[in-house]
């Protein structure tokens, strides 16, 4: 997290990951502009940085000319928020509210007012409450009344000088309805954060925040998504691993497959990523399997995050092979996670294998496979970036990753979809491969980074024991190409096992 400034105070936005992109939240006294398209969650954060300072003992006033109080409670209700004391609505609305004889003396009419009338009905309201926070929405209102961009800015600055004077805290909302090439209020405003929404061709929608400025601060830079969700808005920071590193002993962990320690040189070093290459059907999802049962033996925490597979059938298919997940799960030490990724961002990913990491103690992480995560976000930029931060913070914390993808085709020459090898510290291979008359498989490590390993081929076999891994392929040369030439005179393939 970004440390805030010594000495300043600073309002919280009643959004952690907001606040934590902000330094910390706003800081008092002075004007944000929080800018964006109808449907961008403006009205959620502007009432949670309200509520946020209720449950602080903080007043607010909610100044709207264009949503009624009514529809402001409505939308907090449907969140299980109540706007009672010390937040008041103060409502300037349509004309025909004005034929209601039982209507309150503060609904004035807005549209027919002159700027300096609507303007002095706001100064009135904050007279009447004195409130700490202020909400005011929207500045397109204001703008259409100003019918000038000279009288405009004039009547924003003079708005901030009363603001200056008051004290507060002001969250100015604009739905850049009318001329979103008006940078008036950027010139004006303290801080200005812009909420972005958009479409992709599959899947729902995509929502992410970028704080344009924030004077004599620094603030985390770039693009950060968020969701909109009952209970508010949930923004997930942008994942910068430089900022998280912890102080780990890189020790050597085992898989419980003597012959597949074997080849890795004695294991995998803890804190290190390992890809696991190989068509369809090779036994990837139950590779790693083994290295997240062993993470558990040893009495630590595993995560898996399921993309392409449904989990009953997962849960079937490894206890066929003597892996019982739910009872591993019932332990409170295995968490199964299955992420539907054309309804999830990429930052929202990255937050939820954090969730577990940090708060959960979980020290094997499991990702199965980069072919959903990158085939469910075809719109995505930079997938590979997202990719390489979470990995690097994975390693930083001592959590070992293992991911998995399956390359296009069985034998012969196949390629990757995505190719995350050179982030990857080891890179495990598996190919299947012809030999008298049968399809077999093979494994080899490819490459390592923190030590030697054995550079040989081996054939492994899958049975309802789980995995088997023979003596190295010796007496054959093309196994990888899938159909090798058999050039020894000793039989060195596994047996077909007998049970």
Same mark, same amino acid.
Request: avoid cysteine.
């Given at each position: 997290?970004?440390?805030?400034?010594?000495?300043?105070?600073?309002?919280?936005?009643?959004?952690?990951?907001?606040?934590?992109?902000?330094?910390?939240?706003?800081?008092?006294?002075?004007?944000?502009?929080?800018?964006?398209?109808?449907?961008?969650?403006?009205?959620?954060?502007?009432?949670?940085?309200?509520?946020?300072?209720?449950?602080?003992?903080?007043?607010?006033?909610?100044?709207?000319?264009?949503?009624?109080?009514?529809?402001?409670?409505?939308?907090?209700?449907?969140?299980?928020?109540?706007?009672?004391?010390?937040?008041?609505?103060?409502?300037?609305?349509?004309?025909?509210?004005?034929?209601?004889?039982?209507?309150?003396?503060?609904?004035?009419?807005?549209?027919?007012?002159?700027?300096?009338?609507?303007?002095?009905?706001?100064?009135?309201?904050?007279?009447?409450?004195?409130?700490?926070?202020?909400?005011?929405?929207?500045?397109?209102?204001?703008?259409?009344?100003?019918?000038?961009?000279?009288?405009?800015?004039?009547?924003?600055?003079?708005?901030?000088?009363?603001?200056?004077?008051?004290?507060?805290?002001?969250?100015?909302?604009?739905?850049?309805?009318?001329?979103?090439?008006?940078?008036?209020?950027?010139?004006?405003?303290?801080?200005?954060?812009?909420?972005?929404?958009?479409?992709?061709?599959?899947?729902?929608?995509?929502?992410?925040?970028?704080?344009?400025?924030?004077?004599?601060?620094?603030?985390?830079?770039?693009?950060?998504?968020?969701?909109?969700?009952?209970?508010?808005?949930?923004?997930?920071?942008?994942?910068?691993?430089?900022?998280?590193?912890?102080?780990?002993?890189?020790?050597?962990?085992?898989?419980?497959?003597?012959?597949?320690?074997?080849?890795?040189?004695?294991?995998?070093?803890?804190?290190?990523?390992?890809?696991?290459?190989?068509?369809?059907?090779?036994?990837?999802?139950?590779?790693? $399997?083994?290295?997240?049962?062993? %993470?558990? &033996? +040893?009495?630590? *925490? =595993?995560?898996?995050? /399921?993309?392409?597979?449904?989990?009953?059938?997962?849960?079937?298919?490894?206890?066929?092979?003597?892996?019982?997940?739910?009872?591993?799960?019932?332990?409170?030490?295995?968490?199964?996670?299955?992420?539907?990724?054309?309804?999830?961002?990429?930052?929202?990913?990255?937050?939820?294998?954090?969730?577990?990491?940090?708060?959960?103690?979980?020290?094997?992480?499991?990702?199965?496979?980069?072919?959903?995560?990158?085939?469910?976000?075809?719109?995505?930029?930079?997938?590979?970036?997202?990719?390489?931060?979470?990995?690097?913070?994975?390693?930083?914390?001592?959590?070992?990753?293992?991911?998995?993808?399956?390359?296009?085709?069985?034998?012969?020459?196949?390629?990757?979809?995505?190719?995350?090898?050179?982030?990857?510290?080891?890179?495990? $291979?598996?190919?299947?491969?012809? %030999?008298? &008359? +049968?399809?077999? *498989? =093979?494994?080899?490590? /490819?490459?390592?980074?923190?030590?030697?390993?054995?550079?040989?081929?081996?054939?492994?076999?899958?049975?309802?024991?789980?995995?088997?891994?023979?003596?190295?392929?010796?007496?054959?040369?093309?196994?990888?190409?899938?159909?090798?030439?058999?050039?020894?005179?000793?039989?060195?393939?596994?047996?077909?096992?007998?049970?």
């Amino acid at each position: 997290m970004i440390s805030e400034r010594p000495g300043v105070s600073k309002a919280l936005t009643g959004l952690s990951g907001l606040d934590d992109i902000l330094s910390g939240g706003l800081s008092r006294g002075h004007v944000f502009l929080l800018e964006g398209s109808p449907g961008t969650g403006k009205t959620t954060i502007a009432l949670q940085f309200l509520l946020e300072g209720a449950r602080r003992g903080e007043s607010g006033l909610y100044i709207t000319l264009s949503e009624t109080a009514r529809e402001l409670r409505e939308s907090a209700a449907s969140h299980g928020w109540s706007l009672d004391a010390p937040i008041e609505i103060f409502e300037l609305v349509p004309p025909e509210s004005l034929l209601d004889g039982d209507q309150q003396q503060s609904l004035l009419y807005s549209s027919d007012l002159e700027l300096g009338e609507t303007t002095k009905a706001m100064f009135e309201a904050i007279e009447r409450s004195k409130p700490s926070l202020i909400v005011l929405d929207s500045l397109s209102e204001i703008r259409l009344l100003a019918q000038s961009s000279l009288r405009y800015r004039r009547q924003i600055l003079a708005l901030k000088h009363y603001f200056a004077r008051h004290g507060s805290t002001v969250l100015m909302l604009d739905d850049l309805t009318t001329d979103a090439n008006d940078k008036t209020v950027h010139s004006v405003a303290h801080g200005v954060i812009r909420l972005e929404e958009m479409a992709p061709d599959y899947g729902a929608e995509r929502r992410r925040l970028r704080v344009i400025k924030y004077r004599g601060q620094a603030f985390r830079g770039g693009y950060h998504d968020f969701v909109i969700a009952h209970g508010g808005i949930q923004v997930f920071p942008r994942l910068v691993a430089v900022e998280h590193k912890t102080g780990f002993t890189r020790d050597v962990l085992k898989s419980d497959i003597p012959e597949l320690n074997a080849l890795l040189g004695g294991g995998i070093e803890r804190g290190s990523s390992t890809l696991v290459l190989g068509p369809s059907g090779t036994g990837k999802s139950l590779l790693v $399997l083994h290295f997240a049962v062993a %993470a558990i &033996g +040893r009495g630590e *925490r =595993a995560a898996l995050f /399921i993309f392409d597979e449904e989990l009953g059938l997962l849960f079937a298919r490894a206890k066929n092979l003597g892996i019982d997940l739910a009872a591993l799960v019932e332990t409170g030490n295995l968490f199964i996670e299955q992420v539907d990724a054309a309804e999830m961002s990429p930052g929202e990913f990255s937050q939820k294998v954090r969730t577990y990491v940090d708060g959960k103690e979980v020290r094997t992480v499991v990702i199965d496979s980069l072919n959903g995560y990158e085939a469910s976000m075809p719109q995505e930029k930079f997938l590979i970036l997202h990719m390489h931060e979470l990995l690097q913070y994975l390693n930083r914390q001592g959590a070992t990753t293992f991911l998995t993808v399956a390359q296009h085709g069985l034998v012969g020459d196949m390629k990757a979809p995505v190719d995350i090898t050179y982030l990857a510290d080891t890179v495990m $291979l598996l190919r299947y491969f012809e %030999a008298f &008359g +049968r399809v077999r *498989r =093979a494994i080899s490590i /490819i490459k390592k980074r923190a030590s030697a390993h054995e550079d040989t081929i081996r054939e492994y076999r899958i049975s309802r024991r789980g995995i088997s891994i023979g003596k190295p392929l010796d007496g054959f040369q093309g196994v990888l190409r899938g159909v090798p030439n058999y050039i020894g005179h000793d039989h060195p393939l596994l047996e077909e096992p007998t049970a």
